[in-house]
């Protein structure tokens, strides 16, 4: 059937590969009760389920078995994995000849990898999924635009891959808590740029749901450690740079009456209010292209947006780039330590 669909000359045989930590089990059997007619377009589904020193009770093995026509693997690991680590794991028991990717939280379509399949015919190397993130309520809208934005992201989950490709750009990074997805990525465009297919069905991402602020901000904080020290130097260096040249701008300014002109006001280069103007420049500035201009292009609707949302949506930019600076800088001096040691 698989071949039929596809219209490719070789069988294709699907081995859909799922992150599970043992925490997230209750999620895991809704993605897979929720699987539906994809299951019919996989060869088998792979569950690297982690962190399970114990099982809840309410995981029920056969149920899922029976679900997916005896198509599930469960993997259980005790060990923590980071989710490259788990993927690994799947690749490495994959029997399959192409491999997709979903992680708990992502929902796709009945119908996602019978399209999938299809665009196949154009680009056999595979392509990566296109992934929309989902909200319930106004919170989560602003915490996304935000972030993520509105307009579909090419990650892993939702991916269809050929296996082969992967042994031309290697796996995934195993002991990364977060930023693999785009290390991996970032590979796989030197070998294939068509890997981007914006054909591909979108999957929709649920993983904000019931998360308060406070949390989202925890873990945005373990992401940027993680993900800085390890995979995104360069974008870590771009936050610093950018910091510490406003540092500059604003010292300047402080002194430039004093190092130019002395403080004399019949000099030419005496500039009254220069300290108020360059602050308000660079609120103007960050206010502009972070909280308006950035939203906008990743399709944020600003319209209905009354005062208190508004208010709310410049503090959680405000507080989520506090954070993004104080991972950066903390991920940069830890680097160091290790540089000195």
Known sequence: MLNNQ???NSPIKVSLVIPV??????KFIFLIENLKKNIDYTHEIIAVINDCTYLKKNF???QLKLITNGKLINIFKNKKLCPGEARNIGLNLSTGNYIAFLDVNTIPATNWLENSLKLLIDNPDGFLGRTIYKYSNDFEKLFIAATYGFKPLYTIPGALIKKDLFAKIGWFLPFVRSGEDSDWIKRCLLFNKNIKNQKCPTINYFGLRNKTFSYLCKKWYKYYCSSSAEVQIFQRQK????????LCLIFISFNWNYMFSQWEEDSIFYLPHITKIMINTIMAIYI???IIWLPLLKGFNFKNLNIINWANFIFINITIDSIKLAAFM???F???LKGNS
């Open 6 to 8: 596809s219209g490719l």
């Open 330 to 332: 903390v991920s940069s």
């Open 288 to 290: 502009g292209v972070r």
């Open 334 to 336: 830890k680097n160091l």
């Open 60 to 62: 029920d093995i056969d």
């Open 239 to 246: 936050y610093l740079y950018f910091f510490f040249i406003a």
């Open 21 to 26: 930590s043992v925490k997230e089990i209750e």
